[in-house]
C-alpha cells in the first residue's frame, strides 16, 4: 500500500509543476490579442500611406490651377491698363470708372470729363464765378422746366447715360460759355494745353455766333462728353 501512495503522491506533483511551468493566463490573453494589434497598426499605416499618395498626386494639379488663375488675372490686369493708357487726345473712355481711372475730372466749363492736359483749371475756377446765381455761381436744373435743381457734383454722372443725360442752364450759361471757350483757345497756345477738338472747330465757333441772335428767353441743354475727340454740339 505505501508504494502506491508513493507513486500518486509523485503524479501529483509533476501535474503541479507543469501547471507552474506553464504560461499564465495574461501571457495566452497577450499571445492571442497580438496578431490583432499588428493588423490595427497595418492597418493605419495603409490609410497614411494612401492619404500621402493621394495628396502628392493632388499637388501638381492644385499647382496649375494656381498657376492658370494667376495667369488670367495678370492678363485681364494688362487688358486694362492698355486700354486705360492707349486713349488719345481728350479721351476719357466710354464711362465714368473709367475715366477716374484715367485721371480725368468733370470740367463745368466744358461740360465733359477731361484728362489733365486738356484742362485750364483756372480758367474753369473763373467760369465758376461768373454765373447769374447767387455769389456768380450757375444754378443748374435736372428738367427743361427748371423745377428741380441740380448739384455740380451730380451733373459729372450723367455721362453713363449718354442718350439721356441731360442738364439744363440759362441762356447766359450758353454765351458765357461760349466767350470762355475762346479764350481758353488763345490761352492753350501759350500754356501747351490741348484745345479738345470737339471745340476746335468751326462749327462750334459758327455754332456760338448763332447764339447771338437766339432767343434769350430759351434756356440751354447740354449732355456730359466723355470723349472729348469728337463733335457733339
Not at 486700354?83 to 476719357?92: F, H, S
Not at 484728362?115 to 436744373?141: I, K, M, V
Not at 472747330?201 to 455766333?209: F, G, L, M, N, V
Amino acid at each position: 500500500m505505501r508504494p502506491t501512495k508513493s507513486l500518486n503522491n509523485t503524479r501529483i506533483l509533476e501535474e503541479e509543476e507543469s501547471l507552474l511551468s506553464g504560461p499564465l493566463p495574461e501571457q495566452v490573453a497577450s499571445r492571442q490579442t497580438r496578431p490583432c494589434s499588428f493588423f490595427s497598426r497595418y492597418q493605419k499605416s495603409a490609410i497614411v500611406l494612401k492619404d500621402v499618395i493621394l495628396l502628392a498626386l493632388a499637388i501638381p494639379t492644385l499647382v496649375t490651377l494656381g498657376q492658370h488663375v494667376a495667369d488670367r488675372a495678370r492678363s485681364t490686369a494688362t487688358q486694362h491698363s492698355r486700354q486705360d493708357t492707349a486713349l488719345p487726345g481728350c479721351n476719357c473712355g466710354t464711362s465714368v470708372a473709367q475715366a477716374v481711372r484715367l485721371g480725368c475730372q468733370y470740367d463745368t466749363l466744358a461740360a465733359a470729363w477731361l484728362p489733365p492736359h486738356c484742362r485750364d483749371d483756372e480758367l474753369t475756377a473763373l467760369f465758376d464765378r461768373s454765373g447769374d446765381g447767387p455769389n456768380g455761381t450757375w444754378t443748374y436744373w435736372s428738367d427743361v422746366h427748371h423745377s428741380t435743381e441740380i448739384a455740380v457734383k451730380d451733373i459729372g454722372a450723367l455721362a453713363d447715360d449718354p442718350r439721356h443725360g441731360r442738364f439744363y442752364a440759362t441762356y447766359r450759361w450758353h454765351m458765357v460759355h461760349c466767350f470762355f471757350y475762346w479764350r481758353k483757345a488763345i490761352r492753350s497756345q501759350a500754356l501747351g494745353i490741348t484745345l479738345e477738338d470737339r471745340f476746335n472747330t468751326e462749327k462750334h465757333a459758327i455754332h456760338c455766333s448763332k447764339m447771338l441772335d437766339a432767343n434769350r428767353t430759351i434756356g440751354a441743354v447740354s449732355g456730359v462728353a466723355l470723349n472729348s475727340n469728337r463733335w457733339d454740339p
